[in-house]
């Protein structure tokens, strides 16, 4: 089958997740900035997520770009990718509206963690399908960055309950490394 369909829910799925992130953004009940300054580490989750979920509708866009169709367990990998980006607006919320404390932080390495995962699983199914020689399989080689961002999750996990902000600059460093699209597939696509 296409991959059409697969490819329009998706972007619909992720706009939704971001419509429901921002509109978690309370509005001040004050005219001065003052009463901005208890919404900044909302603010700042937010921000940091949105970058996240961008990092992933980018490179989701590009997988797809490789490929022509897909097939039912491509689906379901697409759609476990999706249920744990769904819940980027709960930990998001979580761990702005308790201050980037320890649990919180932890749960939002956690979720992370699974998309990257989930991700992964997305990749190697678009592979056993389309082949070990296709544009995709080369374009993603070893995929060392994909590898390093779940290691530094896993670290960053247990990091978050002895210091917090710690854990959050390593999601920082792992947003930061993928902030620079991912060109190993426009460079396949375009020889």
Not at 64 to 75: C, D, K, M, P
Not at 92 to 118: D, K
Not at 158 to 180: D, H, K, R
Request: aromatic share 14%; glycine share 6%.
């Amino acid at each position: 089958m296409g991959k059409g369909r697969l490819e329009a829910f998706s972007d619909g799925v992720l706009a939704i997740i971001i419509t429901i992130m921002v509109l978690e953004l309370k509005v001040p009940h004050g005219s001065d900035l003052a009463a901005l300054r208890p919404l900044i580490p909302v603010f700042l989750s937010y921000v940091l997520s949105f970058v996240f979920l961008g990092i992933y509708w980018n490179n989701h866009h590009h997988l797809l770009q490789a490929i022509r169709h897909v097939n039912g367990r491509i689906l379901w990998a697409n759609l476990h990718l999706l249920f744990w980006l769904s819940l980027i607006p709960f930990v998001t919320g979580w761990m702005g509206e308790n201050h980037f404390s320890a649990l919180p932080v932890a749960l939002y390495g956690i979720v992370l963690l699974c998309a990257a995962i989930a991700y992964f699983i997305l990749t190697q199914s678009l592979i056993s399908y389309h082949g070990k020689d296709s544009v995709l399989a080369i374009a993603l080689g070893a995929d060392f960055k994909g590898k390093v961002s779940v290691v530094f999750y896993g670290v960053a996990i247990p990091c978050a309950f002895v210091n917090s902000w710690f854990a959050c600059a390593l999601y920082i460093m792992v947003a930061v490394m993928w902030l620079i699209p991912d060109r190993r597939i426009e460079k396949t696509l375009n020889q």
